[in-house]
């Protein structure tokens, strides 16, 4: 879920997941892990801020952005 939306927001920015890790400071591989592991609040809270997000936008269970 939290893994789909940030997908989501790397694709609407024409990113890569490897390029928000890299920008971020998040270890190489660790977003694409987020579909059978959970993030650090840290880790959240810096996807969140890079795309001007609240952390909420990330976990809720909506489908909307």
């Known amino acids: 879920?939290?893994?789909d939306k940030i997908r989501v927001l790397c694709e609407e920015r024409k990113i890569?997941?490897?390029k928000l890790e890299?920008?971020?400071?998040?270890?190489?591989g660790t977003?694409?892990?987020?579909d059978i592991s959970s993030p650090t609040a840290m880790n959240l809270k810096k996807v969140?801020?890079?795309?001007?997000?609240a952390i909420d936008d990330l976990i809720s269970k909506d489908e909307g952005n």
């Open 31 to 34: 977003i694409s892990r987020w």
């Open 22 to 28: 890299k920008e971020t400071g998040i270890g190489n």
């Open 1 to 3: 879920m939290v893994l």
């Open 16 to 18: 890569t997941i490897a």
């Open 48 to 53: 969140a801020d890079y795309f001007g997000v």
